[in-house]
């Protein structure tokens, strides 16, 4: 009688985007005059810029072509696409990365959720507390998380590290020793940063008790702070401590194309052993190379042309960020992010769960946002506003908002 992987059993429901449309759609339903804004979701909304889409279309002929068709991609990926960003990610920021130690992929939640397999079973995590879910979620499909609390919302053999106003969002070390660290710079759902100083800590820490931290920056292209790494890897030590993830969803509008990558140098051993052979081995076997359209198509994200129309959109949604930002200052908010990422953070009125802020929100100023309670038990009393809404949507969703206060 075959048995299944009862570990999947022990994760609660993710109730929190479900729970969202139902209680968005009832009240659609029960208020069909109301214009409802929606600045809940991580999409982004702009279409796919040109520059890429006619790199698609030159690719998807020659795919239609004997002497010019690809069939199975390297898994590793194409040359073309490791050597650009080798030199426009890293060379750029003065980080020493050669074009083998980049692993390209289908997209960030694919490495950040899979990385945990090259690691033994025993390994201790330590995660911010708010962030995105699929840390843990990973860990706990390979029974790494101990039980899980159901009324405090936290598994008992997972280090957590609350990420509040109080400590201004950055988490402190922990006094129990992970041996492997999840950082996310910026953050999500808080988009705060850690600056370099702030970054050199942790790797110091990492390098000194042995632990590695797994690096994620895929909203990388937001940041806009020069004291903001865009790359552990411009941290002395990173080599020796960290692998890096990065997407070009958010900073290209692939969320649908699907693309990514993960960098692990080769001086990041255990023992004898080099992680990056134990990640080329399980790219290899479990992942058959990420599509040669969408690879051309990142290319074309690195022509001048390309990353002027890319980061054209990156600045068109970070001027929604400053409106959401300025305006729920102005209107009395405790505010954060939005600086280096596209999302707020804000403190909920006095007194209000996050929930109680979302049903507040969504029936006196129709607009749709996200309970930080979602992203870890350290987010109640928070709630999160994304800026990658149209212009107008956002000004307007401000304005209803900066009204319920007056
Ligand atoms: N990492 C973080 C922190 C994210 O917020 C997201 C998506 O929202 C991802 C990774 C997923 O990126 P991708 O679309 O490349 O899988």
Redesign the pocket.
């Known amino acids: 009688m075959f048995k299944i992987n009862e570990n999947y059993l022990k994760l609660p429901g993710s109730y929190l985007f479900s729970t969202i449309a139902k209680k968005v759609a009832a009240y659609q339903q029960a208020n069909p005059d109301k214009t409802i804004i929606r600045l809940g979701i991580?999409d982004v909304t702009l279409p796919i810029v040109p520059a890429v889409v006619e790199a698609i279309h030159k690719a998807a002929d020659e795919m239609g072509h004997a002497e010019t068709f690809h069939g199975y991609a390297p898994d590793l990926g194409y040359d073309f696409l490791r050597e650009a960003i080798v030199q426009k990610d890293y060379m750029a920021w003065g980080c020493r990365i050669s074009p083998d130690e980049i692993f390209i992929s289908d997209?960030?939640?694919?490495d950040?959720g899979n990385i945990q397999e090259i690691f033994s079973p025993d390994s201790r995590i330590a995660v911010c507390d708010p962030v995105?879910p699929?840390y843990v979620d990973s860990n706990v499909m390979a029974g790494r998380t101990g039980e899980y609390d159901e009324a405090k919302g936290m598994w008992s053999n997972v280090i957590y590290m609350p990420c509040r106003s109080e400590n201004h969002f950055v988490p402190e070390l922990p006094k129990e020793t992970p041996d492997l660290i999840y950082l996310?710079n910026p953050n999500?759902p808080t988009g705060t940063t850690l600056t370099r100083e702030q970054l050199k800590v942790w790797v110091d820490y990492a390098n000194r008790i042995g632990a590695v931290i797994l690096y994620?920056a895929?909203?990388e292209a937001y940041i806009a702070e020069p004291e903001v790494p865009h790359s552990i890897f411009e941290i002395q030590g990173a080599r020796t401590c960290a692998i890096e993830?990065r997407?070009?969803?958010?900073k290209a509008g692939?969320?649908g194309v699907?693309l990514?990558f993960t960098v692990v140098p080769k001086d990041l051993m255990c023992g004898d052993v080099m992680l990056h052979s134990l990640w080329a081995r399980r790219h290899g076997t479990k992942f058959n190379g990420a599509p040669y359209i969408e690879q051309r198509a990142g290319l074309a994200v690195y022509s001048e042309e390309g990353n002027r129309q890319v980061m054209e959109q990156v600045a068109y949604y970070m001027r929604n960020a400053r409106v959401i930002y300025n305006g729920l200052k102005e209107a009395g908010y405790m505010v954060y992010g939005g600086v280096n990422s596209p999302y707020i953070w804000l403190k909920t009125e006095q007194g209000m769960t996050s929930w109680e802020f979302f049903d507040h929100l969504l029936e006196q100023a129709n607009v749709v946002g996200t309970p930080g309670s979602g992203f870890g038990p350290s987010g109640e009393g928070y709630f999160r506003l994304t800026a990658f809404g149209t212009y107008e949507n956002t000004v307007e969703a401000v304005e209803r908002i900066k009204a319920l206060r007056k």
Do not use: E, I, M, Q
């Open positions: 991580g997209g960030a939640k694919s950040c995105y699929v996310c999500n994620d895929a909203y993830f997407s070009f969803s958010k692939f969320t699907r990514g």
